[in-house]
Nanobody, 122 residues
Framework: QLRLVESGGGPVQPGGSLRVSCAVS????????LGWFRHAPGKQREVVAC????????YYKDAVKGRFTISLDKARNTLYLQMDSVEPGDAALYYC???????????????WGQGTQVTVSS
């Protein structure tokens, strides 16, 4: 049974860096791609980034382009999101998720984990 377990969230100062991880178990990389979405109180859920599990193609939300990097280590069955130059607007609960092909329409609605909290404050 597919299981996604996020970790690595916590406090970070504006301008700082944080890496969140997602341990992936019982997942078939054939036909599904992985990514991250986030949800902050009072805001709509939004996709942050996704990555093609076979071709490595990536998609990023405009607001995080150049600051966040998504990567997938298949040997370790771990998905990462490296967050640099963090801004206050990045504070949210970050979810690791699975959905069909990664592109601008990827939603992460097929399956997701329990989330890891990222707080941004000085």
């Amino acid at each position: 049974q597919l299981r996604l377990v996020e970790s690595g969230g916590g406090p970070v100062q504006p301008g700082g860096s944080l890496r969140v991880s997602c341990a992936v178990s019982s997942f078939s990389y054939d036909g599904f791609d992985l990514g991250w979405f986030r949800h902050a109180p009072g805001k709509q859920r939004e996709v942050v980034a996704c990555i093609g599990s076979r071709n490595g193609d990536t998609y990023y939300k405009d607001a995080v382009k150049g600051r966040f990097t998504i990567s997938l280590d298949k040997a370790r069955n771990t998905l990462y999101l490296q967050m640099d130059s963090v801004e206050p607007g990045d504070a949210a609960l970050y979810y690791c998720a699975v959905d069909r092909r990664c592109d601008s329409t990827w939603s992460g609605e097929q399956f997701w984990g329990q989330g890891t909290q990222v707080t941004v404050s000085s």
